[in-house]
């Protein structure tokens, strides 16, 4: 296990050195890694760190403004892109081309950000798995565009890159970063739009962000399952009131796991999950119907996409 005492200053000379005199940039995502990283650089070289934060418009409800209040004394750049996403996403509907289509699009608004700050350093936050995962080719689809971004910089600086998740997560408490970073769930970088099956459009995505705050609220301390969320699975009919709708299927998730590589349903009672079910029926007019998932991964996977 990484020892913070040691490790905080040895990174934070290992930035200093190789950032010189440039400007470093980084992609903040309210995540672990890339939280670590930032409150690194910006030990170490102060004003010239530049946290950029895309909002994709897929991220859950709050977290915009709880990165802004977390990262804001440390002049956090926020970018609201939501439009240009959903506008790239029209039409499509298979899910890789899903990805490929959020993946493209997080590189050229970066990149485009990125250039008008004048950096040349990109700090990122990969981990040992990270690494390990790519090199084998397993996690191939979760860092899509990862070369063009690396290409567009003359340097790439990884503090990060031998540790471990739960080093990570270590490091982010010496370092005094809030719990609720320190402890966050994975949530996927193509955001909601993994959790709704078909194409993605405004309204989906509205619905899912609200049942997944719900189901956040009921299951998260509850439960300390490894991951949980809401999923939209697709339009099936209700009554609602005196009327016959045409309403969105929502799925509920949650899932116990060590590495993500595999995952367990979580055993939720059926009168909680009866109760949830009705919070969100009731609290969302344009859900009729919602399940929980109870498959395991494998065969399932954790994410619908
Ligand atoms: P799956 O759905 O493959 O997910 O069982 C395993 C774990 O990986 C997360 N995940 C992602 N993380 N970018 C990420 O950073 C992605 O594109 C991505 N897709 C899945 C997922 O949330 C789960 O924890």
Known sequence: MVKPEKFIPTAIEEIKKAAGNEKVVVALSGGVDSSVCAALAARAIGDRLVPIYIDTGLMRKGETERIKTIFGDIRL?????????????????????????IGERFIRVFEREAKKSGATCLLQGTIYPDRIESEGGIKSHHNVGGMPLKMAFTKIIEPIRDLYKDEVREIAGALSLPPEIQHRM?????????????????????????????????????????????????LGTGVKGDNRIHGWIVAIRAVNSRDGMTADPVDIPFAELMRIGSRITAEIPRVARVVYDVTPKPPATIEYE
């Open 186 to 234: 994975p949530f996927p970088g193509p955001g909601l739009a993994v959790r709704i099956i078909g194409e993605v459009t405004r309204e989906k995505v509205e619905v899912i962000r609200e049942a997944n705050w719900i189901i956040e609220a009921e299951i998260v301390e509850r439960y300390s399952p490894w991951q949980c969320f809401a999923a939209l699975l697709g």
């Open 77 to 101: 750049q926020v970018v609201d892109a939501g439009d240009e996403f959903l506008a790239a996403l029209a039409g499509i509907t298979d899910p890789e081309e899903k990805r490929k289509a």
